[in-house]
């Protein structure tokens, strides 16, 4: 097997257009400044790894990504759609491994489970406390895991194992880790979150 592409998914950290549901809790500038660290923090643990990192980017241009987050990164921009047509756009050549940038204890000993569980399991996932996951590798291009998927709900993972269980596959599944997507997130943070609050 080739080493597995690591494709994180990052929107541009502007003020009013990212991590929305934290805004009532950090004002849109607080919420737009945790994303960016966040999104360098992942950056940063998926290089580690030691594979060549793809950014999907969406919020703004190519060259604004760049000048954000540097030249050792390769950048791809996200296709029109919902979140179904952007991962399957980024789907080829596999294997591949789908990242979002909202899990702060994501460390690099994660990503090289992921890795190495792709050399023995068709599918790997990261499954995340909130009903989701926080990363889902696969040695083919199984379409039929990103289809027509309930996103953004508690379901999306049980729904991910129900179909791998009709297509008997068994995944390879990695430790549970939280996502930092709402005001009560926050307080498990607090050194990561302390500096992004808006001034009240």
Request: glycine fraction near 6%; charge should be negative.
């Given at each position: ?30 919420a ?25 980017f ?27 047509a952007?991962?399957?756009a980024?789907?080829?050549p596999a ?14 000993r ?16 990261g499954?995340a ?10 040695r ?11 996103w ?22 990695l ?26």
């Amino acid at each position: 097997m080739t080493d597995p592409r690591l494709v994180l998914f990052a929107r541009f950290p502007a003020a009013g257009a990212c991590k929305t549901r934290l805004i009532p809790a950090l004002g849109a500038q607080g919420a737009a400044a945790l994303h960016r660290r966040l999104t360098e923090r992942t950056v940063n643990t998926l290089r580690i790894a030691g594979q060549i990192v793809t950014v999907a980017f969406t919020g703004a241009d190519e060259s604004e990504f760049a000048a954000w987050l540097g030249p050792h990164v390769h950048l791809v921009e996200q296709a029109p759609g919902d979140l179904s047509a952007r991962l399957l756009a980024c789907f080829e050549p596999a294997p591949v491994i789908f990242f979002g940038a909202d899990t702060p204890d994501l460390l690099p000993r994660h990503v090289d489970a992921a890795i190495t569980a792709l050399l023995s399991h068709e599918v790997v996932i990261g499954p995340a406390e909130d009903g989701g996951y926080y990363l889902i590798g696969m040695r083919t291009a199984l379409r039929e895991l990103l289809v027509d998927m309930p996103w953004s709900t508690e379901q999306v993972l049980s729904e991910t194992l129900a179909r791998l269980a009709r297509m008997a596959i068994v995944p390879c599944l990695l430790e549970t880790l939280a996502d930092c997507d709402r005001p009560e997130d926050l307080a498990r943070w607090p050194d990561l979150v302390s500096s992004c609050a808006s001034p009240s």
